[in-house]
């Protein structure tokens, strides 16, 4: 259950890091709410999650999750440029997401 809220956690800091981006520094009302809305869940749930897990894995899958997620949003949502070397490192997050989340343990 613990792995599950990072899983989400990691999503949720997608959506911050997405509505920051939308929120023009923090001028358009609707994405700032929105980025805080989503910071303070992926917050509160990584909080969760430590409560069972290592930090150190734990971080690492969320951090991970997030910057994979926000890359292929732009990428597809944003015209952000895509690259082959972009898509490639992507999928080298992703498998040092799942490898860390294979290995970490839960006390």
């Known amino acids: 259950m613990a792995w599950l ?3 989400v956690a990691g999503i949720l800091e997608t959506g911050f890091a997405v509505c920051l981006k939308l ?3 923090f001028t358009r009302l609707g994405p700032t709410i929105a ?3 989503f910071a303070l869940g992926s ?3 990584l909080t969760l999650s430590l409560k069972k897990l290592d930090v150190g894995p734990a971080y690492a899958v969320w ?3 997030g910057a994979a997620g ?3 949003y732009g990428m597809v949502f944003l015209d952000d440029v895509v690259s082959t070397l972009k898509l490639v490192s992507i999928s080298l997050v992703i498998v040092g997401v ?3 989340q294979i290995s ?3 006390h």
């Open 5 to 7: 809220l990072v899983v």
């Open 23 to 25: 929120s023009h520094g």
């Open 35 to 37: 980025f805080a809305a």
């Open 43 to 45: 917050f509160g749930l």
């Open 63 to 65: 951090t991970g999750i």
């Open 70 to 72: 926000t890359a292929i």
């Open 98 to 100: 799942i490898g860390l």
């Open 104 to 106: 970490g343990s839960a």
